[in-house]
């Protein structure tokens, strides 16, 4: 099917006072209909940076994106005015985020609030409004319509909170839905519901999800595919059971090894050493080299990650991934 939301050589700086961070270097990834992409890395990765890129919501109006282009329908949505982009914005494409209680308003009863949203984009009222207040509620899964739409934020569950906002985010029948570590605040059971609404809506909806986590194991039971981030960059990318079967970078090898720690009851999380860079100046060649224990010459003069190709079925930046395929082995 033909591609939903494309992204390529996006760049973001943010000014600060200790100088300009290059918090994105040349990042790119695909999302088709009816599929479910992760995001993957440890934090200050760029994760949550390239959703704020691509919806045009940096943290300060200094921040700017640099270079790239965000193909949505048909457009770049980097050269949308403003008026055009809140258009789009929380209708067509929407957003959910790990903590629902800063995205909800806490003097508004749920269903007022989605109300506001579908008057807002879809200018609905009376009836017809009230009717899709309930349908987004249900949709979201919520078992007792009546009592959540009346409530306000601070009386619900965590659980139901991010279903209130799940429910707000599908109002409008989104094309797209971006989660940022959506369940990283709940209970593991609610996490698993969770995730496991939002696989139903992708494929009932032939939605498409960018799904942002530091969280492995969450990846493996919904997504179809992986793109792996480092220090601003894209470091690897495949289908989600080849990734799982035979990571290709030596950090998302890493990344895979403390998962797989972790879940055979390891005392500690087997994290992979050292810090990630400063990005206020990236070091030369591979970002990951510091970290890496196959580091060689040319990953210090030469950047792995400028090879790394997006129309590939998958692909890894790393100078060793280069010689295995040349090779065959
Ligand atoms: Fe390690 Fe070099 Fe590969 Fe970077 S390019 S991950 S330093 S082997
Ligand atoms: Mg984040």
Redesign the pocket.
Known sequence: PETLLSVAGLSTELRTRKGTVHALHNVGFTVRPGEAIAIVGESGCGKSMTARSIMRVLPRPIDKVTSGHVRFGGTDLLTLSEAAMRRIRGARIAMIFQDPMSHLDPLMRIGDQISEVLHAHKKLSGEVLQNAVRDALAAAQIPDIERVAGSYPHQLSGGLRQRALIAMALACDPQLLIADEPTTALDVTTQKQILQLLRQLVTERQMGLVLITHDLGVVANICDRVYVMYAGQV?EHADVHDFFDRPQ???SQGLLASLKSLSEGSERLSSIPGAVPNLLAPPS?????AR?????D???AQD?AQRLRHDNHRD??????EDKEGTNV
């Open positions: 470091i970078h030596p950090y060649g591979c970002r990951f080299r890496c224990g196959y580091a060689m040319i990953c210090a792995p890894a930046a790393c100078w060793l991934v």
